[in-house]
Nanobody
Framework: QVQLVESGGASVQAGGSLRLSCSAS???????????MGWFRQAPGNEHEFVSS????????YYGDSVRGRFTISRDNAKNTLYLQMNSLKVEDTALYYC??????????????????WGQGTQVTVSS
């Protein structure tokens, strides 16, 4: 099976920072370094929103408009871990944050249908 486990979510004040982590494991996952990865979020009552994604080698990154310039995605393939550094947090960043694996062969890195395995999520709450 595949396991994606997010951590690092917390309650912070607006303007603060958090770093989320996503640890990948499982025989069915294959080699972490061969897979693109990404982050999505979902606020109560809202649809899933694309946050960011990164290619397998980390050479290309993609961001949603609402987080570009404030969030940074990265990965450590030696540790099978994906990260999301979130700075200048806003109240509207409050959501459950999920990491996910890009489906092998997918040509897009920002649509939900391009991702096949998902974690359970970690909660980020930003207060004013």
């Amino acid at each position: 099976q595949v396991q994606l486990v997010e951590s690092g979510g917390a309650s912070v004040q607006a303007g603060g920072s958090l770093r989320l982590s996503c640890s990948a494991s499982g025989r069915s996952f294959g080699s972490f370094e061969n897979n693109g990865m990404g982050w999505f979020r979902q606020a109560p009552g809202n649809e899933h929103e694309f946050v960011s994604s990164i290619t397998a080698d980390g050479g290309r990154t993609y961001y949603g408009d609402s987080v570009r310039g404030r969030f940074t995605i990265s990965r450590d393939n030696a540790k099978n871990t994906l990260y999301l550094q979130m700075n200048s947090l806003k109240v509207e960043d409050t959501a459950l944050y999920y990491c996910a694996r890009v489906r092998p062969g997918s040509s897009t890195y920002s649509l939900m249908r391009a991702f096949d395995y998902w974690g359970q999520g970690t909660q980020v709450t930003v207060s004013s």
